[in-house]
């Protein structure tokens, strides 16, 4: 198919509500892809600061997969497979504390919706699950139940499972509405669904120990801050908290293919699947292969390369020029955060994004336009982990450009 | 990785229950596939009329499918959000013009229930004041939470319930209780042309029809599950062909991951996803999975429909399908205590057996014959149906081959007084909070 085509078949087949949304057709084709660098069929070179994913092309990953991919797939089902006792052997090795049963599926959402079957499989006669304003923890109905954003959830009429929502960020309203009710906490150690927030100090030991004390279930919920992106191993690290269900994603297919997994504690899987029919827990294509040699071998490049390391460095960068940015645009750019390689600034108002967006574009650098729907317009910044100093250096210097185009001239040091 | 660590790592890290299962059974490990076959740890082959639960249509490593799947590999695995790609494109070109009607927006998911979920919250969205669904009872539609709601196979739903408040299920085939159950109107019916589960029930004729006729006349959506029927198994391209009916949406999965890769898609018509726009204006983005729908699993799809289409293995599972249920059912008249009949459509087919325990029974010694069948795993099936699923690739003499196997394994059942099979069948209901030490005695009964 030639370009237009392409575009075409998006324009007639895909989704006509995120079309314009999702940059086609100025982002253009692409057609090969590297680090963190996408090329498209016009020759024109992308730096990918929207994924939030592994990065492109890794020798390592690919090899591992080409391989799996010419033995064996997908799994019979029927018999041990090894690719997958390998994988989730691994991921229960790295899980903090006694997190070591591991649930291998599709995608993060589904990973979501597993963890909420442990909640409502343990607690019986518990119905209250809380999440935190502005999470995002999925598609699938029993994450948009517990979806953090109030415009998403009034759109629908009821959901499989219910939660209340908390405000972000406030350990005392954790404390104040915690207690023997609660089935489960759900929350994002640190938070990207709309725009990016690092929870206070103290925060993420607060949530856990209060859990701890009212025996409710503690769901982290690391798709989008885990696997080294925020310079720790996992975000709860930072606090040295270890909560009940982690949920791991974005990077964990190593760039190739989809996976995402929750690792739990012994306790609380027996509790749920212990002495029940395996059946309960089952996927037809949850912990193949092919995804669980990716994923292994993504884990590996991580730990080998230091890739947290790589991300705590690359991140210090970026929040530095997005402080930079806010220091020099004024009251256009709103607030700025970040945590490792998880970064974002804040605009005041919509459009403004919007056209920051497109000339980033222009520029050559792929950004996120999140928190639309909590009313937040905000930049994001969430660059594979394989990106490299150059590679984000250019990226630094096409958000330049496009900042200086869409917020006038710079405005130096204001005085009262 | 040696057996010890392998059953370690499902023991500790992975499914204790199923572990046990495994290791009682003396399952080996697989080791590889090719076609028909695969291959354990040990060297022995067997005969693949699992499919693996259906996502080996093409048989296991097709070369049109690998070939596809390792050049996407080199050029372009994941691309991030935001930028076009070929396979993407092509597969939903593909997808809109294979199926009828205005059946054109292509929407992808990593898993059948995913796409389940898809919709799930389309149907949600276009319905706003409905928030009742009616499904079958004893379908399956997928394990998240939205899809397990309308799941009518109640032992999988029970110890996660409530879920839908409002979820209806009826005895499928029934039009006079489906309409019943949809009354003035609902947001969606769930159905699947044939019931999977432990049933394997194909639609009666004109059933799909007139469920259709009711949801057009109350302004309910139909979705239709095909996620184990569609791309040829039951003989026809997709299974709605049977009755030539239209869904609001479909759901494909499995036939389409060319035995290669994850990949679902959910299809709606043009007209009802007109009607969600309103919930895309906060956020265009707000519902987009980042992982689904990537180039190197769309070109795997791709490979898979060219060579289905192509190859014309719908038609080639009408044919076989009937050899097979022939062969099939010279075991219910040769062993009637055991076997009870041939339910089925096509290659979705298999043989329904006295109880789960005999189920177990003929699944073991059919392994040991080198035939792996697909196993029900419905213990709350009175009289499972244990499914052969072939690839729809599968020749003649491997499906002698299969009914000789099943022949012999009934055969060695037979030497046991039937009585013996009903009595451990109650013990076997427990078999999950047996000792191991029990489960082995039962797995030597009918091992």
């Known amino acids: 198919m030639n370009d237009a085509e392409i575009l075409a078949a998006y324009a007639e087949h895909a989704n006509p509500h995120a079309l314009r949304a999702l940059g086609l057709p100025d982002a253009g084709v692409a057609v090969a892809a590297r680090g963190a660098t996408v090329r498209t069929s016009t020759g024109r070179e992308l730096i990918d600061l929207a994924s939030g994913g592994f990065g492109y092309g890794h020798p390592h990953v690919c090899a591992r997969v080409a391989e799996q991919m010419r033995t064996l797939p997908l799994s019979s089902r029927v018999f041990f497979s090894e690719p997958l006792a390998r994988f989730v052997a691994r991921l229960a090795e790295l899980a903090p504390g006694d997190l070591e049963v591991v649930y291998p599926c599709n995608s993060a959402a589904e990973a979501t919706e597993g963890a909420l079957k442990l909640v409502r499989g343990y607690h019986r006669d518990r119905r209250r699950i809380f999440t935190i304003a502005g999470a995002h923890h999925g598609a699938t109905l029993g994450a948009l139940g517990v979806c953090g954003i109030t415009a998403l959830r009034r759109l629908f009429p009821s959901f ?136 292994v071998a993504a884990l590996d490049v991580i730990e080998n390369e230091l890739l947290a390391s790589r991300a705590a460095a690359g991140g210090a960068r970026l929040l530095g020029a997005l402080e930079g940015w806010m220091s020099q645009y004024g009251p256009q750019i709103v607030a700025a955060a970040g945590a490792g390689l998880l970064a974002a600034a804040r605009l005041s108002d919509a459009r403004t994004a919007q056209v920051v967006r497109a000339r980033a574009l222009a520029h050559g650098a792929l950004v996120r336009l999140d928190g639309l729907a909590s009313g937040e317009p905000w930049i994001g910044l969430r660059p594979p982990l394989l990106i490299s100093p150059r590679e984000l250096d250019a990226a630094i210097r096409s958000l330049d450009l496009a900042f200086a185009e869409v917020l006038g001239r710079p405005i130096r040091q204001r005085t009262a | 990785m040696r057996r010890p660590e392998v059953l370690e790592a499902y023991e500790y890290h992975y499914n204790p229950a199923l572990a046990r299962l495994f290791d009682v059974a003396g399952c080996p490990i697989e080791a590889g596939a090719r076609g028909i076959r695969f291959f354990d740890d040990t060297g022995e082959q067997y005969l693949d009329f699992a499919c693996g639960y259906g996502v080996f249509g093409l048989g296991s490593l097709h070369p049109r499918v690998q070939a596809a799947v390792q050049q996407q590999l080199i050029e372009l695995a994941v691309a991030p959000p935001g930028v076009a790609c070929s396979p993407v494109a092509e597969l939903m070109r593909k997808l809109a013009a294979l199926l009828p009607g205005d059946l054109d927006r292509v929407f992808l998911a990593g898993s059948g229930s995913e796409g ?17 669904w009616v499904a079958a009872r004893k379908g399956y539609h997928g394990k998240t939470l939205g899809a397990l709601g309308v799941t009518g196979q109640t032992h999988l739903r029970a110890p996660f319930e409530p879920l839908w ?31 999977g589960g432990g049933y394997i029930t194909a639609a009666p004729p004109g059933y799909l029809a007139a469920v ?47 035995g290669h890769v994850p990949i679902a898609v959910t299809v709606i018509r043009e007209s009802v996803v007109q009607q969600v726009g309103h919930a895309y204006a906060a956020d265009p983005l707000a519902y987009e999975a980042d992982s689904a729908g990537s180039p190197l699993v769309c070109a795997a799809a791709c490979a898979a429909i060219d060579v289905i289409v192509e190859e014309d293995l719908a038609g080639s599972a009408a044919e076989m399908g009937g050899y097979l249920q022939d062969g099939l059912r010279r075991a219910v008249r040769r062993f009637p205590a055991l076997a009870l009949d041939v339910p089925g459509q096509g290659l979705m087919t298999g043989i329904r057996l006295r109880n789960c325990l005999v189920e177990r029974g003929v699944w073991m010694q059919m392994l040991k014959r080198g035939v792996v069948a697909g196993f029900s795993t419905n213990s709350q099936a009175r009289s499972p149906v244990l499914r052969f699923f072939p690839p729809l690739t599968v020749e003649r003499d491997e499906i002698d081959a299969a009914v000789e196997a099943l022949l012999g394994s009934l055969e060695a059942l037979e030497r046991r007084p039937v009585l013996l099979y009903d009595i451990g069948n109650v013990v076997q209901k427990f078999q999950h909070r047996l000792p191991r030490s029990v489960l082995r005695l039962g797995a030597r009964l009918v091992g």
């Open chain 2, 165 to 195: 408040s409002e979820a209806r299920f009826v005895p499928y085939g029934d039009v006079e209780a489906m309409a019943a159950a949809i009354g003035r109107g609902a947001a969606a019916v769930l159905l699947e042309p044939v019931l």
């Open chain 2, 212 to 258: 259709r006729a009711l949801c057009d006349r109350t302004g309910t959506l139909l979705i239709i599950d095909e996620v184990q029927t569609g791309f040829g198994r039951t003989g026809k391209l997709f299974a709605i062909e049977h009755d030539g009916i239209v869904p609001d949406a479909v759901i494909l999965s499995k036939g389409i991951t060319g």
């Open chain 1, 160 to 295: 499989p499972v219910d939660a209340a929502v908390l405000p972000f960020g406030d350990a005392d309203v954790v404390e104040r509405n915690v207690d023997r009710w609660t089935a489960a906490v759900i929350f994002e150690p640190v938070a990207s669904g709309s725009g990016v927030r690092v929870p206070p100090p103290g925060y993420l030991g607060t949530v856990r120990s209060r859990c701890t004390a009212v025996g409710a279930l503690l769901i982290a919920d690391e798709t989008s801050c885990g696997l080294g992106r925020t310079g720790h191993r996992f975000a709860v690290d930072r606090e040295a908290v270890v909560p009940d269900i982690l949920i791991v994603g974005g990077a964990l297919g190593g760039g190739v293919l989809p996976i995402a997994a929750y690792v739990t504690s012994r306790e609380v899987n027996d509790r749920v699947y212990g002495r029940r029919d395996p059946v309960l827990h089952g996927s037809t294509t949850g912990g193949n292969p092919a995804a669980c040699a990716a994923a």
């Open chain 2, 116 to 132: 389940i979920e898809i919709a799930l919250r389309t149907a949600l969205l276009a319905r706003p004041g409905r928030g009742r």
